[in-house]
């Protein structure tokens, strides 16, 4: 073994629960998500598992994201949601009876749903953070947490508690889920500071991760590149991600992705059939929306697509993960070559929503990358970054610039004409609510779940997933009213403490909607 491989899978998506609603469109960013990754990656985890096969991957599950899949309307929800899946798979496998092309596709749909739905009710009893856990337990998985609701701290520092609660909270959270303290930790977006790290190491913390370019422009200039991490000040160790094995997955151009045996994101029955066929599976206004049921491969760059073949995609999804694994073969190759008396690693970092959701084969590429490197090669050894940690303890001494992995690598995405008007409102409530967790020292019940509610509406504004819609372009109107409904709670919890006259029914509805971290404590607020 010369050398380390960490994937790093970043599973993250912002808080979103409308209770007062029966349907809203928004909360099947949760749906799809545990359909198409969370559902299948377990799956491919726990095959692997069953057969002992050795292997060690990172994974990021979010403080919101663990908070939606843990309740119990969403999952609810969810379960009427597959319910549907699982008959409208059943009407098109009527439907293509007679259909050479389409019917044994649609009959391939109708089997892959009904073995998510046994799986979500039968193996894992609805609760996939409890599964996660138990591999984590058995030592496949290593967990780690995120800021609390995704806040891009490098935009939050001029109020330092701020930073702070973010990273407090989401480690408090951690501990109540998983029983332990938080080894590491994915600031959102890869968005670091000089100084953040104490906060890190307050918290027991040992690592994060940066972009390429916050350990190669570190100073001092590191001497192993972006294959070693570095050491802060405060001994939180950075690590960095390799372009190349990145390029691979990511690149739009040349990333496996895109092969043209792959099924087509874009098209989909919910658009593609007559619309009172579809009626009953998409939403309640007759708009159209994706169901997950997808006919069609990439074929290439044109609109005439062919239709879409499973077994040849799972075949094409074999010989890419041999290609990845050859690749990090010479690449490990090379830079121990270049490195004497240490080991690379190679840290492979990812949104875990691209393997499923945006990739349909990518749980099926990550397992049989497992298994062929467990089997094909002995080169490099699947780790953890901790693994790496407790066998290389010595490290460089660094300090990163600030960076992040959006675009061009800086605040550009979190911070232009877009977006900008939400930071002397977040700015301005942060302060806020630092006066009144300093302020209030209540024995009152009634102020301290106001001053609770209070924090929890500041973090939910927070959320770096409202900027990055604005900047995006999709979804904005969502993404500002989010924005502004968060502030204006927050500030009518302050003026009503401040004047002494908490709303106990208005509280208690803005409790039921936004119910996450339960135990959360607004003295972290407190300098």
């Not at 007062?20 to 749906?31: G, I, M, N, V």
């Not at 050491?231 to 950075?238: C, K, P, Q, R, W």
């Not at 080991?343 to 875990?352: E, G, H, M």
């Not at 693994?387 to 290389?392: A, C, G, K, P, Q």
Request: proline letters at 6%; a negative charge.
């Amino acid at each position: 073994m010369r050398g380390y491989l960490a994937i790093v899978l970043h599973a993250h998506l912002p808080f979103v629960r409308h209770p007062e609603h029966d349907e809203f469109l928004e909360e099947d960013w949760l749906y799809e998500a545990i359909s198409e990754t969370y559902l299948p990656l377990l799956a491919a985890f726990d095959r692997l598992a069953d057969e002992r096969i050795p292997y060690r991957l990172t994974l990021t599950l979010s403080p919101t994201l663990v908070s939606m899949l843990r309740d119990e309307l969403l999952m609810g929800r969810y379960s009427k949601r597959l319910d549907r899946l699982c008959e409208l798979t059943d009407r098109e496998v009527h439907r293509t009876r007679d259909d050479q092309t389409f019917g044994p596709i649609a009959r391939f749909y109708q089997r892959h749903l009904a073995q998510l739905r046994a799986a979500f009710h039968d193996r894992y009893g609805r609760d996939l953070v409890g599964a996660f856990r138990r591999l984590q337990d058995a030592g496949y998985l290593e967990i780690i947490t995120c800021t609390a609701t995704h806040g891009f701290l490098p935009l939050m520092q001029q109020n330092p508690t701020a930073v702070r609660a973010q990273i407090s909270v989401a480690a408090n959270h951690y501990r109540g889920t998983f029983g332990k303290d938080p080894v590491g930790i994915w600031l959102a977006e890869c968005g670091y500071y000089p100084g953040v790290e104490e906060y890190l190491a307050a918290e027991g913390i040992r690592y994060f991760f940066v972009d390429t370019h916050g350990v190669a422009d570190a100073t001092p200039r590191p001497v192993h590149g972006v294959y070693a991490p570095l050491y802060t000040e405060a001994g939180v160790a950075a690590f960095a991600r390799d372009p190349e094995s990145s390029q691979q997955v990511w690149s739009a151009d040349h990333g496996y992705p895109g092969d043209p045996v792959y099924r087509e994101f874009y098209r989909d029955v919910g658009w593609d059939l007559d619309l009172d066929y579809v009626r009953p599976y998409i939403q309640a206004t007759g708009e159209r929306k994706n169901t997950g049921l997808k006919y069609f491969r990439i074929t290439g760059r044109t609109a005439q697509k062919e239709p879409y073949d499973p077994a040849a995609a799972r075949e094409r999804a074999a010989t890419h993960a041999g290609n990845f694994m050859f690749n990090r073969e010479r690449q490990v190759e090379h830079l121990a070559g270049r490195m004497p008396g240490r080991r690379p690693i190679v840290v492979s970092p990812y949104d875990a929503e691209l393997f499923g959701h945006w990739w349909f084969e990518g749980p099926t590429f990550l397992e049989l990358l497992v298994r062929k490197s467990a089997f094909d090669q002995d080169t490099y050894r699947l780790a953890t970054p901790s693994d790496y940690l407790v066998e290389n303890p010595e490290n460089q001494l660094g300090t990163p610039p600030m960076s992040s992995w959006g675009d061009r690598g800086y605040a550009n995405t979190w911070l232009d004409g877009s977006n900008d008007w939400i930071y002397r409102h977040l700015h301005r409530c942060a302060d806020l609510m630092v006066g009144l967790a300093k302020d209030f020292d209540s024995t009152d019940a009634l102020k301290t779940r106001a001053l609770n509610q209070a924090a929890r509406e500041l973090l939910l504004a927070q959320a770096s997933d409202w900027a990055f819609i604005m900047k995006t372009g999709t979804m904005v109107d969502y993404a500002v009213r989010r924005t502004k409904e968060h502030l204006l709670r927050f500030l009518r919890l302050h003026d009503q403490l401040r004047g002494d006259r908490v709303d106990a029914a208005w509280l208690a509805y803005v409790e039921a909607k936004n119910n996450l971290f339960p135990d959360l404590d607004y003295r972290v607020y407190r300098p």
